[in-house]
């Protein structure tokens, strides 16, 4: 009699029973009863109405996104489809001696592993391209990834990492931007300098605003490192057929562009990629580039299957762009009437390791950086410089945030220092219809006083004597 | 004790890229039974641009929002797109969806002219009827103009279009320019008790007047707003991602890297500033980023007007507040003279 067939004695049949419960509860799933809901839409009228401009009509995917029916990536499987992770450097800046993988690959389940060197063009980037898919030699940050895993459940790709030897030899690292600007500096992308990008306006003559001014103000603020935390994390499906045709599912925000890096990263004609959009659980900004699409698809090449990646909350904050922290420096020349007669700028952002839309965060942030005022005599340098951080990029407002709360902290402390009300102020140097904004362009459909006055309505503003 | 301030904020925004070419592509097909399908590159990523992106079709075919079904974010099937980035999405493909509109719409103007015995230039699209200006009562309906335009005359009503915002690139010593097509303007009124025994920060209330050109979905303009909001509570208050010593991120997680919840949320008023940009599609502009612009600065200016003090790092933690409270109290007693 083998072990198996033998009758089981009482006592270990009570055990047997206790084990076989649960075990029969994940076999036979209690099915809910189905919620009914009507067939036919109860569509509100503002949908249904001509002059469909200026209507409230209810969303399009609001009744699937209310049942819990809208697909998002991690609602999608195919047949035979399996799952990628990435291991992250967790060293700032550091070369790589050596990446041992084998171990990894002798597990069973886990079906290819990809490193840096693997990857046909190993760059990509919307201005620069300096970041790459996965870290070689260099390590620029702690979120850097350096090999990736495709294994057929999460929890073999998981484990698959901890069996990736990687032996680095540490760099030194710089994390303040203002000291990654001196000249030795240790440099993020050497030999270039951290400083990549600079912009600056200039109008008027600032010298002789200030000699006009009464008064003059100078204050220094700065901002944090802000990431998006989008519900959905960065998440994609790569699926490179026998024809040699790759469709990409992804949640980007621009397929165009993410088209674009994949046939450069991949060295693969446009036509023979296919990029689809899913509904995207939030985006503001941290999704407007390629991540991890080009590992992906690199894995469901070498493994003829469809390959899925989606990051992890820490992922999503050490190895996706993030806001930029701004170091801003203020100096206003005001008449004692609190006319704003001269405005200097310093911005110093810092750009973490990869430019990723930083240079447009620059340009951004110094364009706007005077306020919303008709200022004669302005000069804004903005610089953005490398360092071994998590790389900054495009985010809700683009650098307009941070020195929207430097202008407008000043904006008061003038304010009170000259005792005129906050809202008067501001209405004595808000932009006109047709005013000049500090790049010299004549503006139109300015209602900057319109909405000063109406939030003061709203609010109920009264000023204080 | 608990002190009371209040602090206002107002602030400019662009609409599309800085100087460089962010185009939009589109192509508006009207159906047989005068129902149309938009193809479009962008992204819906949640603020519900699909959705004013088929209102701006219907209203440039004369049929309402439900008729238009949005097809969107497939680079084999849709027409590029610079996509959902930089508050350009309702303004720039939104003017690609309505010249693509406008030109399937000539289409059937041409089918619909003799139809009526009048020239093309007298007819307008309106409550999905096609009809002759000033004299409503003669009109055919946009269906049957259709199908007699695809199934009887073989000339189907598909239109296709691209627009790119006019910019004029920046002079590289001055920055003079013009930078950006058009902006939108924005004002945001805090109020907040600030407990100046603890230095924590409560919002009691916020008023938001934002301006967007036409609001093409009022609705949806007012949840662009809240949302912006609690993105600039947080940016205020709460969130700040930490590294240690060694470049290593110390709080890549929801319990270490605080945001907002609901329970922080203000009251908001939010009013949408009237405005018309004739370079918009009927009028609009944006409002997807700038919502989140002013937010920040006006709570800290409203801690300064409870406590007197101006915090100038963000965020504006309780332990940031009451240090500065503190150093204040501290500046003040050195002052009583011997």
Excluded at chain 1, 181 to 194: C, L
Excluded at chain 1, 427 to 453: C, W, Y
Excluded at chain 2, 124 to 141: G, L, Y
Excluded at chain 2, 310 to 329: F, G, M, N, Y
Aim: hydrophobic share 40%.
């Amino acid at each position: 009699m083998n072990e198996h067939s033998r009758v089981l004695e009482r006592d270990e049949l009570e055990i047997a029973e206790t084990l076989r419960s649960p075990d029969v509860d994940l076999r036979l799933p209690p099915v809910l009863p189905r919620e009914p809901y009507p067939i036919e839409p109860l569509t509100p009228d503002a949908r249904q109405q001509t002059r469909a401009v200026g209507q409230r009509a209810t969303r399009s995917d609001a009744r699937l996104h209310g049942l819990g029916q809208t697909k998002y990536i991690d609602d999608l499987s195919f047949p035979g489809m399996l799952y990628a992770r990435i291991k992250r450097a967790g060293i700032a800046s550091a070369r790589i001696k050596r990446i041992d993988t084998s171990a990894a690959e002798a597990m069973p389940g886990v079906m290819a592993v990809l490193t840096g060197k693997e990857i046909p063009t190993n760059s990509f980037g919307p201005t620069f391209q300096d970041q790459p898919v996965l870290a070689d030699p260099i390590v620029r940050h702690a979120g850097d990834g350096v090999a990736a895993v495709a294994a057929v459940t999460e929890q073999i790709a998981n484990e698959a990492l901890a069996k990736i030897v990687v032996e680095y030899e540490p760099l030194p690292a710089v994390l303040d931007p203002v000291a990654a600007m001196r000249e030795d500096s240790p440099k993020v992308h050497a030999p270039n300098s951290n400083i990549y990008a600079t912009k600056v306006v200039r109008k008027g003559d600032i010298e002789k605003g200030f000699a006009e001014s009464d008064r003059i103000f100078e204050a220094r603020f700065s901002t944090q490192m802000i990431e998006h935390v989008s519900l959905e994390p960065h998440a994609a499906i790569a699926d490179w057929d026998a024809n040699g045709r790759l469709t990409i599912w992804a949640t980007i925000g621009r397929i165009t562009l993410a088209r674009a890096d994949m046939a450069r990263t991949l060295k693969l004609p446009m036509s023979r990629i296919r990029i689809i959009g899913t509904i995207v659980g939030g985006n503001f900004g941290g999704k407007n580039e390629i991540s991890q699409e080009p590992a992906l698809a690199l894995l469901s090449k070498k493994t003829g299957r469809p390959v899925k990646g989606v990051f992890t909350r820490g992922e999503e904050f050490t190895a996706t762009t993030t806001r930029h922290p701004i170091i801003m420096d203020y100096k206003t020349g005001v008449s004692n009437k609190g006319r704003i007669l001269a405005r200097q700028i310093r911005l110093v952002l810092d750009g973490g390791a990869y430019c990723s839309w930083s240079a447009t965060t620059l340009g951004k942030a110094c364009i706007l950086s005077p306020g919303p005022y008709k200022i004669d005599n302005v000069v804004a340098e903005a610089f953005v410089v490398y360092t071994n951080k998590t790389m900054t990029g495009a985010m809700r407002g683009f650098g307009a945030p941070q020195v929207c709360f430097a202008y407008e902290s000043q904006m008061d402390d003038i304010a009170k220092a000259l005792g005129i009300d906050p809202l008067e102020i501001r209405l004595l140097n808000a932009f006109d219809e047709g005013s000049s904004s500090p790049t010299g362009q004549v503006l139109h459909s300015v209602v900057i006083k319109e909405s000063l006055r109406k939030a003061a309505d709203r609010f109920g503003w009264e000023p204080r004597s | 004790m608990k002190r009371r301030g209040r602090g206002i904020a107002c602030m400019w925004y662009p609409i599309g890229f800085t100087v460089d070419a962010n185009a939009s592509a589109a192509t508006v097909k009207v159906n047989e039974d005068g129902t149309a399908t938009v193809l479009t590159g962008t992204v819906e990523t949640g603020q519900g641009s699909l959705t004013v992106l088929g209102q701006i079709a219907a209203e440039a075919l004369g049929i309402a929002t439900d008729d238009v079904h949005v097809v969107s974010a497939d680079t084999d099937t849709t027409p590029m797109d610079t996509g959902a980035i930089a508050s350009r999405t309702t303004y720039v493909t939104g003017n690609a969806i309505w010249l693509a509109a406008e030109a399937a719409k000539a289409i059937l103007f041409e089918t619909a002219a003799p139809m009526l015995g009048v020239k093309v230039s007298q007819l307008e699209a309106r409550d999905r009827k096609i009809q002759v200006k000033s004299f409503p009562q003669r009109n055919v309906s946009i269906g049957e103009v259709a199908h007699r335009s695809q199934v009887v005359l073989g000339q189907p009503a598909i239109g296709s279009a691209s627009w790119n915002p006019p910019t004029v690139a920046m002079d590289p010593e001055t920055g003079q320019g013009k930078p950006f097509a058009t902006y939108v303007y924005a004002t945001q009124i805090a109020e907040v008790d600030v407990d100046d025994e603890t230095g924590e920060v409560e919002i009691l209330r916020i008023a938001a007047a934002h301006d967007c050109g036409t609001a093409i979905n009022p609705m949806l303009v007012e949840g662009q707003v809240e949302g912006g909001i609690s993105m600039g509570v947080g940016m205020a208050l709460q969130e700040e991602m930490l590294f240690d010593a060694n470049g290593r991120h110390i709080n890549p997680n929801l319990t270490n890297y605080i945001m907002p919840t609901s329970l922080d949320m203000p009251e908001i008023a939010v009013d949408i500033v009237q405005g018309y940009d004739p370079t918009g599609p009927f009028g609009a502009k944006g409002v997807g980023e700038p919502t989140a612009v002013p937010t920040a600065a006006a709570i800290l200016n409203a801690i300064h007007d409870a406590v007197g003090v101006r915090v100038t790092s963000l965020p504006a933690t309780a332990e940031k507040v009451l240090t500065a409270i503190k150093a204040k109290r501290a500046a003040e007693v050195k002052q009583i003279p011997a």
